[in-house]
């Protein structure tokens, strides 16, 4: 009977570790993926230019990305439950001093902070779901999962925006509530059991390991591939809603909802690729959804803002299960005691296309006076991303390095009491 209940209560303590990591995703969307509707308000209060508004983007990701490449190690070397509280630390009082000050500079550093926040507890994060992981294939489909319910935040945070400015309040709001969610993670995350420390043999842990794997082809491919994909989603929610409002069609009110509409489409579709993904080889899904989203993009240039009402939103479809799947192949590329330092690289990756995409389309738009473009570069780097990965699906480069893995590093996880 005891031994019955051991591994019943090792299944309890790892379900409610991914719901704390669920809702971590699902709480940091609710801001990062507002900003698009953010932004027009901001330039509204502050009479702001595209590049200067935009500032509520490249803030909060060059915190992530500081953090993750000069942080990431910190889930190896003090664990992921020190880290996960770090940051979430960071993260819950960023957001709760919006309530503190009415100054645009002051908000972007508080955005920069909330991204070193992010950035050290999505590190924490993501190697915890390897140790939480039974297999490759396993490790994929609860990344798909995690994204999901990203997915679910970003729906939330723009439509919250939304209703709070047609209400009269303030965007402000969405950063205070998400600070009293923090605070309910951050009691949950203490309590909590987490995995014992995973052994390795390669000794420990430096300061500089994520600069070390950078010179890893597994880790350049995939960071670029990551690269690649934040940079063209980039186009369609941070940029779209600027584009679409000078859309005069019998579809104008649709105008609104085309953001939220592409989160829930990018939220279904990663749902939708955890099972998928137990269906079919995950080279051959993202080789199909990159072409097809790329598709989209072009056709949404060819018709102007007519089309690219429909088919922009459209894009979320196939980009969903994109940045999980490409994500979780790149840590587990590595072993599980570097997952922290491999997880924090990436997200350096991302948040370099999600810094320079949308600060190049924002610079365009004030140049030529025309924000039209970003669509066309977001269709351009949607067409890279898509060649790389049917290049993938074609040479297979890393099945054997994840085949190694599988057999190396995945056992079922043991728990320890919290501390």
């Known amino acids: 009977m005891a031994n019955q209940q051991i591994p019943s209560a090792r299944a309890r303590g790892s379900l409610l570790l991914k719901i704390l990591v669920f809702l971590m995703f699902a709480m940091f969307a609710m801001t990062t993926d507002a900003v698009g509707t953010v932004i027009p308000e901001v330039i509204r209060e502050f009479g702001l230019g595209l590049t200067a508004a935009g500032s509520f983007q490249y803030a909060t990701m060059s915190g992530i990305g500081i953090a993750a490449i000069g942080l990431g190690f910190l889930a190896d070397r003090l664990g992921r439950k020190a880290t996960i509280l770090i940051g979430l630390g960071l993260f819950g009082v960023a957001s709760a001093l919006f309530a503190a000050g009415h100054d645009f500079l002051f908000f972007t550093g508080l955005l920069f902070i909330s991204g070193l926040g992010i950035g050290v507890f999505k590190s924490g994060a993501l190697a915890l779901i390897g140790d939480l992981s039974r297999s490759t294939g396993e490790h994929a489909r609860t990344m798909n999962l995690v994204e999901g319910f990203f997915g679910v935040g970003a729906i939330v945070g723009p439509a919250l925006v939304a209703y709070l400015v047609q209400s009269g309040a303030s965007w402000k709001w969405v950063y205070l509530l998400a600070a009293g969610l923090c605070a309910l993670l951050l009691i949950g995350s203490f309590a909590a059991r987490f995995p014992r420390p995973v052994a390795t043999a390669q000794g420990p842990v430096r300061p ?5 794997l950078m010179r890893d082809p597994a880790s350049l491919f995939f960071g670029l591939a990551l690269m690649l994909y934040v940079g063209a989603e ?40 955890v ?24 056709v949404a240039v060819a018709g102007g803002r007519d089309v690219a009402l429909f088919a922009l939103p459209a894009t979320g479809l196939f ?3 994109l940045y999980p799947t490409l994500n979780s192949a790149g840590i587990s590329c590595h072993d599980k005691s570097r997952h922290g330092s491999i997880a924090g690289l990436l997200l350096f990756f991302t948040c370099v296309g999600a810094v320079v ?9 004030d140049w030529l006076g025309e924000i039209a473009w970003s669509i066309t570069a977001g269709a351009a780097l949607a067409s890279l991303l898509a060649a790389l990965c049917v290049w993938n699906a074609v040479r297979k480069p890393f099945a054997a390095r994840l085949a190694e893995r599988d057999v190396n590093d995945y056992s079922p996880v043991e728990t320890k009491p919290a501390g």
Request: aromatic share 18%.
């Open 208 to 212: 500089d390991e994520a600069l070390r």
């Open 234 to 273: 980039a186009a369609v929610y941070v940029w779209a809603p600027t584009y679409l409002s000078s859309y005069q069609g019998p579809w104008v009110w649709l105008v609104a909802y085309a953001v939220a509409i592409f989160f829930v489409l990018r939220a279904i579709g990663r749902f939708l690729g």
């Open 275 to 298: 099972w998928l993904l137990s269906k079919f080889d995950w080279t051959v899904v993202v080789a199909i959804c990159s072409s097809a989203m790329a598709a989209l993009f072009w």
């Open 319 to 321: 980009m969903s299960v």
């Open 357 to 365: 995409a949308p600060l190049l389309m924002g610079l365009a738009g």
